[in-house]
C-alpha cells in the first residue's frame, strides 16, 4: 500500500478540448486547485417553498413532461446510470443534460453526484480503475477485488442498473487524485456543485475485510474528501456530502422524511450549511404535508426539501414528482420557529403562512392563509 502522505502536486491550467481531465491528468489540479472559473453558489429563494429534485431516469433520457418539472426546481442532483441503455459514458449524457437544463432555465443550480465507495461501471473514472486493475480496487490479502453492494432502498424503483461493484482503494494516492478530479473537471462542464454519497460510510465488502484494513481505508478516504473539500473552496464550488461536522457546505439526508427531524435543519441552519431534506417514499397526502410543516419550521438558508425517488423512467414518475405546495407564496420566515407547548413547534412566514408540527406525535399542518 501506498503511503497516506498528502504531496502537492503539478497542474497543467486551461481548458482541456478532450475528457482526459476526468482521469487526473491534466487541466485540474488537486492540490492547489488552480482551476479556469468558479461556480456560482447554488439557488435560493424564500418566495416560494425551496425544492430539489434528485433522480436519474435509468431506462432512457428525460422526456419533455420530466424536464419541464425537474426545471422547476431550484437544484437538481443527477443521480447515477442516467440513460443507462444507450451505452457510453455516464458523463458525456449528463453534460448533454445539464446544457439542456440550463437552456430551460439558466438560474437552477446543478449538482453531480458521485459516490465515495463505489466504482460505477457507466463512468468515465470506472476506465481509469480498469486500466490500473487491480491495484486501484480495494483487495483481499491475495489481491482479489471484493465487492460491494449498490443499496438503492425504496427510492430506487426502478432499481439501478447494477448492484455488485468494485470499490475505490483511496490508499493508493493516484486513486485519490482521480476521484477527487472526477468531481472538479464536471464543475467546469455545466455543474455548479458536487454532492459525495457515503461521505463517511465503509464499504460493505464480499468477502468481508478485517477491521483493521477498513480503517485504513477509511482514514485514507477522509484524506481524499479533505483534499476535495479544500480545492472545492478554492474553486468557490459548492459541496455537499456529510453532516454537521464535515468540511461540506451543505448535507444530504436520503432519509430525513421518515424521522422529519426538526433539530437536524436547526443545527445545519445555526452553523450556516445546507441541506438536501429528501422526502420519504409512498407517502400519503397527510404525510407529505407533516413531512413538508417539519421542514418549514427547521429550515434555513440553503434548505431544500424534494427528492423522494432517486429513479424514473416512462412509466414510473415518483422521481419527477411536483406538488401544488412547491408552487403557493411562502416568503422569508418571520423569525426562528417557537416552540407552543412541550413538543410542537410553529413558525410564520412573510406571505401568510404558519407551518406547526408536533414532534412526539410526528404530525404537522400548513395554514397558507393565516395572516
Not at 228 to 256: E, F, H, R
Request: aromatic letters at 10%; glycine letters at 8%.
Amino acid at each position: 500500500i501506498r503511503s497516506l502522505d498528502v504531496v502537492p502536486t503539478t497542474c497543467i491550467t486551461g481548458i482541456m478540448p478532450s475528457w482526459l481531465a476526468l482521469l487526473g491528468l491534466a487541466c485540474v489540479c488537486v492540490q492547489q486547485a488552480l482551476l479556469c472559473a468558479a461556480a456560482p453558489p447554488l439557488a435560493f429563494s424564500w418566495e416560494t417553498v425551496p425544492v430539489f429534485i434528485e433522480t436519474s431516469n435509468v431506462t432512457g433520457p428525460f422526456d419533455e413532461s420530466a424536464l419541464e418539472t425537474i426545471t422547476k426546481a431550484s437544484v437538481f442532483v443527477a443521480e447515477k446510470a442516467y440513460d443507462y441503455p444507450a451505452g457510453g459514458y455516464a458523463e458525456d449524457k449528463l453534460v448533454v443534460l445539464a446544457a439542456e437544463l440550463k437552456r430551460r432555465n439558466p438560474n437552477m443550480s446543478l449538482v453531480f453526484y458521485y459516490n465515495s465507495n463505489l466504482d460505477l461501471p457507466d463512468y468515465r473514472l470506472h476506465q481509469a480503475m480498469v486500466q490500473h486493475q487491480p491495484d486501484w480496487w480495494l483487495r483481499t490479502e491475495n489481491g482479489t477485488a471484493v465487492i460491494t453492494h449498490q443499496d438503492g432502498g425504496p427510492g430506487a424503483r426502478p432499481p439501478f442498473p447494477y448492484t455488485e461493484l468494485y470499490t475505490f482503494d483511496h490508499r493508493v494516492k493516484a486513486v485519490r487524485d482521480a476521484w477527487v478530479n472526477e468531481c472538479l473537471n464536471m464543475t467546469q462542464h455545466g455543474f455548479d456543485a458536487c454532492m459525495v454519497d457515503r461521505w463517511t460510510r465503509l464499504p460493505k465488502t464480499h468477502p468481508s475485510l478485517p477491521a483493521a484494513v477498513l480503517k485504513e481505508w477509511g482514514a485514507a478516504r477522509d484524506i481524499a474528501t479533505t483534499q476535495l473539500s479544500v480545492a472545492m473552496k478554492k474553486q468557490n464550488a459548492y459541496l455537499i456530502g456529510g453532516g454537521l461536522n464535515d468540511d461540506t457546505d451543505g448535507s444530504s439526508d436520503p432519509g430525513w422524511g421518515y424521522s422529519s427531524n426538526v433539530k437536524t435543519l436547526m443545527d445545519l441552519a445555526a452553523a450556516g450549511k445546507g441541506i438536501l431534506a429528501s422526502l420519504s417514499v409512498g407517502f400519503t397526502q397527510s404525510q407529505f404535508e407533516s413531512q413538508l410543516a417539519a421542514f418549514l419550521v427547521g429550515c434555513g438558508e440553503h434548505h431544500y426539501i424534494g427528492a423522494g425517488s432517486w429513479t424514473t423512467s416512462h412509466t414510473s414518475r415518483a422521481g419527477v414528482a411536483w406538488h401544488p405546495e412547491y408552487d403557493r407564496p411562502l416568503g422569508r420566515p418571520l423569525s426562528l420557529a417557537k416552540r407552543i407547548n412541550a413538543t410542537a413547534w410553529q413558525r410564520q412566514f412573510a406571505h401568510g403562512v404558519e407551518a406547526t408540527y408536533d414532534e412526539n406525535r410526528r404530525t404537522g399542518v400548513i395554514n397558507w392563509n393565516a395572516f
